[in-house]
């Protein structure tokens, strides 16, 4: 009789172990991840929110996408939870506990995870990240290079791709210093815009506003791009 009791309570001993482990209490380097985080490829035109929560669920804890997400990365419909053990990697897993990504900080509040079949995937702060990168429609159109405030250069930045960017079409009548270049291309890098020529160092440019963007480092020949009206 008391060998059988001994069975009884092993068994039920071994059912609970998992539902332990998966109500073991948060590390508090996972507290520090509860909130919204913007979750996105590396390019940054796909962007959605997710939001750790710390009610335990089915392999960790609950996280939350917003409605659209599915749609941009469809793997996380399998997601139902993330898990962040103290001095580990933070991983999203499914119902079976099965991590579907496995993302590890590269630099502080980042965290980036290599995700076969469909790239890198990053991890943001949400209150810490910047606006999303412009779309090169907003981008594309008539511009003018100044140098120092004077006029040098015309051209035409289209929407239509080209290798791993977009065409640029210098217009008649530049100056030797932007037609030396033999400029072909032009593409947007995060938050920085790039004109690319068929050889040599790409001219990049910070945004200053909605229609004018400097060029990055400064110099004594200070170079901006203004659009035509």
Do not use: H
């Not at 933070?90 to 079949?117: H, N």
């Not at 004109?195 to 963007?213: K, M």
């Amino acid at each position: 009789m008391k060998r059988g009791r001994l069975i009884v309570c092993v068994i039920a001993a071994l059912a609970a172990a998992p539902a332990l482990a998966q109500n073991s209490p948060m590390s508090e380097s996972g507290k520090a991840l509860l909130g919204a985080w913007e979750f996105s490829n590396a390019d940054r035109d796909k962007i959605c929110q997710a939001t750790f929560k710390a009610d335990v669920t089915k392999g960790g804890f609950k996280v939350e996408f917003d409605a659209d997400c599915v749609n941009k990365f469809p793997l996380v419909a399998d997601v139902v939870g993330w898990t962040f053990p103290e001095g580990d990697l933070l991983r999203l897993v499914d119902a079976q506990g099965k991590t579907l990504v496995e993302f590890s900080e590269v630099e502080s509040g980042i965290y980036e995870a290599p995700t076969p079949g469909v790239g890198v995937l990053f991890l943001q702060n949400a209150a810490a990240v910047g606006p999303p990168p412009k779309p090169p429609e907003q981008v594309a159109g008539e511009w003018t290079v100044m140098r120092r405030g004077a006029k040098v250069c015309a051209l035409t930045l289209s929407a239509t791709p080209s290798n791993d960017g977009y065409t640029l079409i210098v217009k008649p009548g530049c100056d030797a210093a932007v037609t030396r270049l033999n400029l072909s291309q032009w593409r947007l890098d995060r938050e920085e815009l790039t004109l690319v020529p068929a050889r040599g160092t790409p001219w990049r440019f910070e945004e200053i506003d909605a229609g004018s963007w400097r060029r990055t480092p400064e110099t004594a020949d200070q170079y901006t791009l203004v659009r035509q009206p």
